[in-house]
């Protein structure tokens, strides 16, 4: 089962893009990559997610290397409400997430 | 939707004490999850339920730790008797259909922070 490695924390200026890099080197072929973002004394909430090709939503875009052994989560316009821990997930076993330790970002006025 | 619904936001309760932490899924989702927080372990699941059965609870520390699901629209986790490691936030999450086949995501609840003196 593939698990996740991402930089513990991360700085980003108000208003430009968050470029958030994960590490998925030993996922397999039908294994999702998840993004969950958790901002302090909340739940996790979803961002995003891809299989092979490159998404984009209202929150996020997701881009997935073709080898799919990494991913990179870019904020477009980072505000000051992105501050938050960032998790790159892969599906472990049926209906079970792996969450990692996560990047810190801090975004910056 | 409101979303899912946890309760308490807060729990402080004495060594070996019981303690009850409820949730109510989102209308309609077949698949409940409860997930531990902690600074050591991060988040880890203890159990899942698909359409109000226990399917997974590997997860589960110890026998003090029970979860239940009367009907599909709540769900409790109790810990009897209480423990201060057992200090941590407590999510439930609740999704449409199964990981990871179905291309589904999580929703998760605000969590209840318990703390055991």
């Not at chain 1, 030993?26 to 961002?47: D, F, K, L």
């Not at chain 2, 941590?88 to 969590?111: H, I, Q, W």
């Amino acid at each position: 089962d593939a698990k996740t490695t991402q930089p513990p924390s991360m700085d980003c200026a108000e208003g430009r893009a968050a470029n958030l890099p994960c590490n998925h080197s030993t996922i397999s072929g039908n294994e999702y990559v998840y993004w969950y973002r958790q901002i302090h004394s909340q739940g996790p909430q979803y961002i995003i997610h891809g299989l092979k090709n490159n998404e984009t939503n209202e929150m996020a875009s997701l881009i997935i290397t073709e080898d799919r052994k990494s991913s990179t989560l870019i904020l477009p316009h980072a505000t000051l409400r992105d501050t938050a821990v960032y998790y790159c997930i892969v599906v472990v076993g049926a209906n079970n997430l792996f969450f990692g330790t996560g990047t810190r970002l801090t975004v910056i006025p | 939707d409101a979303g899912v619904i946890q309760s308490p936001r807060h729990e402080v309760t004495e060594m070996g004490q019981e303690v009850t932490l409820r949730c109510k899924p989102i209308s309609g989702h077949d698949y409940l999850f409860w997930y531990r927080q902690t600074m050591m372990r991060g988040l880890e699941l203890l159990i899942y339920f698909n359409n109000n059965v226990p399917i997974d609870d590997s997860g589960m520390p110890e026998d003090r730790f029970s979860a239940k699901m009367p009907n599909a629209s709540f769900s409790t986790l109790k810990i009897q008797p209480s423990e201060p490691r057992d200090s941590a936030v407590y999510f439930c999450a609740s999704s449409l259909t199964s990981f990871p086949a179905a291309n589904e995501k999580l929703f998760f609840g605000s969590g209840t922070q318990l703390s055991v003196l």
